[in-house]
Structures are given as structure tokens and as C-alpha cells.
């Protein structure tokens, strides 16, 4: 049996990726990206209605994502840069200026969470009415 190349193996691994498998690493991402700040960061950063927003400043984004903690937005931050979604671009000004910004990556993930964020928004009252009929069947 002849052996693999690296760039065979890593296409071979790319087929078998199923996130109904227990050990697949692209359940990992789909934790990550089904996280609520995940999907509200995305949804501000990038384009804006078809307008292209650029960067937006960290206290920028703070302000957007009302209740989100310095904490929760930081680590989300660098989570989404880790995986190659976002850049980081730090101005050394005074104060330190730093900017978050979609990569092309995080631009192609943006589009189906401002789709989500937008689907819930026009849904609310018929999620909320569903709930009220049921919690009034059920209690």
C-alpha cells in the first residue's frame, strides 16, 4: 500500500469530517460558534446591510453587545482570532488603540449568523406565543 502524502492525508481527513461522531473536531467548532457572543460579534463586525464596516474598536464592540463582560468579550475575542475568524490589530496610541476586524474566513460564517440573529428578531413573538401555549398545556 503505497503511503500518503501530508497534503493527502489532510484532504483525506477533510472528507471524513461528520460532526455526528463523537471524536470529530468539528463538534468543537460548532460549540464555539453556537455561543451567543460568538454569534452577536460576527453579526457586528463585517458588513453592515451590505455596507462594509471595517474595524470596529474593542470599546466599540463593548457598547454594541450590551451585557456582555469585558471578561466574556475578550475571551471570545481571542477565541475568534485563534481560530482564524477575526484580526487583531493593536495601534500603539494613547490609550493603546485596538480594532477587531472580520477575516475572509469569519466574513463567509458572518453572512449565515446575521441570518440566524435576523430570523430570530422577525420569530420572537411566534417563539414567545409557542412557549405561552405550551407552558399553559403543560402546567
Not at 481527513?13 to 460558534?33: H, M, N, T, W
Amino acid at each position: 500500500m503505497p503511503s500518503m502524502s501530508a497534503a493527502e492525508r489532510r484532504a483525506q481527513a477533510k472528507v471524513e469530517y461528520d460532526a455526528f461522531l463523537a471524536g470529530c473536531p468539528s463538534r468543537q467548532l460548532l460549540d464555539r460558534i453556537s455561543d451567543k457572543w460568538v454569534a452577536l460579534i460576527l453579526a457586528a463586525l463585517g458588513t453592515d446591510e451590505g455596507e462594509v464596516s471595517g474595524a470596529l474598536r474593542y470599546s466599540e464592540l463593548s457598547r454594541r453587545l450590551a451585557g456582555v463582560s469585558q471578561k466574556m468579550l475578550t475571551q471570545t475575542l481571542r477565541s475568534l482570532e485563534r481560530d482564524g475568524l477575526v484580526t487583531r490589530e493593536v495601534t500603539p496610541t494613547v490609550p493603546v488603540t485596538v480594532t477587531y476586524a472580520l477575516t475572509d474566513l469569519g466574513l463567509s460564517l458572518q453572512e449565515m449568523m446575521r441570518g440566524i440573529k435576523g430570523w430570530a428578531e422577525a420569530h420572537m413573538d411566534d417563539v414567545l406565543a409557542h412557549r405561552q401555549e405550551h407552558d399553559t398545556r403543560t402546567a
